[in-house]
């Protein structure tokens, strides 16, 4: 299987409910560290996994609405716990729409898997990995 991995940072405020995120409960802020891995079994005619650049467009379109926002206040939002392992389900979804849209370039319609990981420090981190 061959992979190709992005990078970017997103930085929010949000809050959680219940006794399970103790002090967390308050408002607080994280800076996310996010890997985006895409997946295939043969490279494509030119020889890559997808297009790197595109790639990084279309992290950077996802994670630009919530970049300096409180994750409370969006709509989208309303009612979940913007937990680490919820918002790498979030992400994605919204880079294998991109995949499925022709986003990611040629070969984007190969992938097979995309995995999103989200590191909100360095002793921890959450990912969801799903085929496409």
Not at 52 to 58: F, L, P, V
């Amino acid at each position: 299987m061959f992979a190709v991995e992005v990078r970017a940072h997103v930085m929010i405020a949000h809050s959680f409910r219940g006794e399970l995120f103790g002090p967390a409960q308050r408002l607080h802020g994280a800076t996310f560290v996010i890997d985006v891995a895409f997946f295939r079994r043969a490279l494509t005619a030119d020889g890559v996994v997808v297009d790197i650049g595109r790639a990084h467009e279309a992290l950077a379109s996802a994670l630009a609405p919530l970049n300096y926002r409180n994750l409370d206040d969006l709509p989208e939002f309303a009612g979940q716990q913007t937990t680490t392992e919820f918002l790498s389900y979030y992400i994605f979804g919204k880079m294998a729409a991109a995949a499925r849209a022709g986003g990611l370039g040629p070969g984007g319609d190969g992938l097979e898997r995309i995995r999103v990981t989200l590191h909100e420090s360095h002793v921890a981190r959450g990912w969801y990995e799903a085929a496409v």
